[in-house]
C-alpha cells in the first residue's frame, strides 16, 4: 500500500512537474513566491516512525532545499511577508518537541551547513528527563534533549523556541491560569533555562482544532515576534506575519518535493486563517495574566 502511494505521488510529482515549474516563475516574477516553513521532529536512524527522518535523507533534503530554494530563517520569513514582496522561493526549517538523537548528526549537519533552524522545545520534559507519552504508549522511551544540549545549541546560534510547558493541545485548555502557565511562564523559564530571549511559539500539535485565539493574544502580549502552527499551508507575502504556518517535512521525500515546488491544490489552504474563541476567552487571559 505505502509503495503504490509513493508511486502515485511520484507520477503526480512528475507529470506536473512542467505546469509547477511556470508557475513557479510567474509568482517569482510577480514578488509572490510562497513562503514555506517545514516541521521535523526526530532525525534519527533507529525506532522509525511517522515523527522520524533518517539521518541519510534528512541530510538529502537539506541539500536539496538548498539547491532549489533561499534557506532562511523565521525572522527573514516575516521579513518577506511583512514587505509584501518575495521573489524567490523561500523556506525556513524548524524542529518540535525536543528529542536527543537530533544532537547527534542533524543539528551539528545544520551548524556546518550554515542552515537557520529554529528549535521548539516542550519544557517540562528537558527539565524533568522524561520521554514523551506518545513515545512510552509504543513502547519507546525516545531520549529527550537535556539543558545542557539546549544551551549548546543556543550558543551555536540556533534559536530556541517556546512549545508550551506539557506539550498540551493548547485548544482544549478549560482555564485561563493553565493556559498563562503553558504560554506565558513556561516560556520565560525556557529563556532563563538557555540564556537567550525566546521569541517565537508554536502550538503542539497545530491543527486548526488545537489552536485559541487567546493564546495568540498571550504570545503578543508577551512580546513574541510569532506564532507557528502546523496545519499544512503556505505563508505569502502579505499575509499577517505573526502567524507562521508550517507543513510536516514528510519522511517521504516527494512529499515535501511536492510541497516547496508549490501545490497550486493547496495554495489556497490557510489564506486569511482566524484563531478560534475556545473555552478560554480572549479576555478571560488577559484577566489572568494581571493577577
Not at 112 to 141: K, N, Q, S, W
Request: proline content about 5%; some cysteine.
Amino acid at each position: 500500500m505505502k509503495k503504490a502511494r509513493e508511486m502515485a505521488l511520484n507520477a503526480y510529482y512528475y507529470g506536473t512537474l512542467p505546469t509547477r515549474r511556470w508557475y513557479r516563475r510567474r509568482l517569482e516574477a510577480e514578488g509572490q513566491a510562497p513562503l514555506c516553513v517545514l516541521f521535523y521532529h526526530r532525525v534519527a536512524d533507529s525506532h522509525p516512525n511517522g515523527w522520524t527522518i533518517g539521518n541519510r535523507q534528512f541530510q538529502r533534503q537539506m541539500r536539496w532545499l538548498k539547491r532549489n530554494a533561499d534557506v532562511v530563517s523565521l525572522q527573514e520569513i516575516q521579513t518577506r511577508m511583512r514587505r509584501g514582496r518575495n521573489d524567490r522561493l523561500a523556506v525556513a526549517v524548524t524542529f518540535d518537541d525536543g528529542y536527543a538523537e537530533n544532537c547527534e548528526q542533524a543539528i551539528p549537519f545544520l551548524i556546518e551547513h550554515e542552515i537557520p533552524m529554529t528549535y521548539f522545545v516542550a519544557l517540562d520534559f528537558v527539565v524533568h528527563d522524561r520521554p514523551f507519552p506518545h513515545d512510552v504508549d509504543r513502547g519507546i522511551a525516545l531520549p529527550v534533549n537535556t539543558p545542557d544540549q539546549l544551551r549548546q545549541m543556543a550558543a551555536s546560534g540556533i534559536e530556541i523556541g517556546a512549545h508550551t510547558r506539557t506539550h498540551c493541545d493548547v485548544g482544549a485548555i478549560a482555564d485561563a491560569a493553565t493556559m498563562v502557565d503553558e504560554i506565558v511562564t513556561a516560556t520565560e523559564e525556557l529563556g532563563r533555562l538557555v540564556d537567550q530571549p525566546i521569541r517565537y511559539f508554536a502550538f503542539p500539535y497545530g491543527q486548526t482544532n488545537n489552536l485559541s485565539a487567546a493564546a495568540v493574544h498571550l504570545a503578543g502580549e508577551q512580546g513574541l515576534s510569532g506564532v507557528c502552527t502546523a496545519y499544512g499551508a503556505y505563508n505569502f507575502p502579505g499575509d499577517d506575519p505573526f502567524h507562521i504556518q508550517r507543513f510536516h517535512a514528510d519522511p517521504e521525500f516527494i512529499r515535501l518535493k511536492n510541497w516547496v515546488t508549490i501545490d497550486r491544490r493547496k495554495v489556497g489552504f490557510g489564506r486569511g486563517y482566524t484563531f478560534p474563541e475556545t473555552d478560554v476567552k480572549v479576555a478571560d487571559v488577559a484577566a489572568a495574566a494581571l493577577c
